[in-house]
């Protein structure tokens, strides 16, 4: 599957900053837990909302965007190896942030935190190794590239509708996609890893 995600992995990386300029080059590659409906469906027509014309595919960032210099199944092979010994979490969102230095809006993640932060040092490793410009931050992105004031307006637009929404403010993890870099802002699925053994079924 291929969309559009902004450049919303590379947010994950301390203060929100996003990749730009050539630090955003092609065939980066990242991974990201995906955030199923209703919840997910809500944080996708909230960012539209917010920052019209993009085309989001709600996210939480484990891994932000690396250049990868092994073989991708390779790669892919580490990661369902190191994620064999994990164990599926629940991740639950709690309040509208605004990042000081980037101004990115976004929605802090609660409980679930400390395990994304134990998943993101298992993994950023040998095939996947990388030194981040900033300390790994888990966080769902609403809205990035606005200036301090617009960030202020859109953080309590986006705080009116989290506090009216009614449905699930968490979600499981029980696998992780392996994405893609393949054009500008453009991401692709190339992998879903599942968190945990998988279990075989008898009979």
């Given at each position: 599957m291929t969309t559009e995600m902004q450049s919303t992995h590379g947010e994950a990386s301390g203060n929100g900053t996003s990749l730009t300029g050539e630090a955003q080059t092609l065939s980066q590659f990242a991974l990201v837990a995906y955030i199923p409906d209703p919840l997910g469906r809500f944080l996708d027509d909230l960012r539209l909302e917010l920052t019209p014309g993009c085309r989001p595919r709600a996210h939480v960032t484990v891994l932000p965007p690396r250049p990868l210099h092994h073989e991708v199944s390779e790669t892919v092979h580490q990661l369902d190896?190191?994620?064999?010994?994990?164990?599926?979490?629940?991740?639950?969102?709690?309040?509208?942030?605004?990042?000081?230095?980037?101004?990115?809006?976004?929605?802090?993640?609660?409980?679930?935190?400390?395990?994304?932060?134990?998943?993101?040092?298992?993994?950023?490793?040998?095939?996947?190794?990388?030194?981040?410009?900033?300390?790994?931050?888990?966080?769902?992105?609403?809205?990035?590239?606005?200036?301090?004031?617009?960030?202020?307006?859109?953080?309590?637009?986006?705080?009116?509708?989290?506090?009216?929404?009614?449905?699930?403010?968490?979600?499981?993890?029980?696998s992780l996609s392996f994405v893609q870099q393949v054009a500008p802002n453009i991401w692709a699925d190339v992998a879903k890893v599942p968190v945990g053994a998988p279990v075989t079924v008898a009979g």
């Open positions: 190896e190191e994620l064999r010994c994990a164990t599926p979490f629940r991740v639950e969102l709690g309040e509208i942030q605004i990042f000081d230095t980037s101004h990115v809006v976004y929605l802090g993640v609660t409980h679930g935190y400390r395990e994304l932060l134990q998943l993101y040092g298992a993994l950023n490793c040998d095939c996947l190794s990388y030194a981040e410009p900033f300390p790994y931050h888990p966080h769902i992105t609403l809205a990035q590239n606005v200036s301090d004031e617009e960030a202020a307006h859109l953080a309590a637009v986006a705080t009116e509708r989290w506090e009216a929404y009614r449905g699930p403010r968490g979600f499981e993890v029980a």
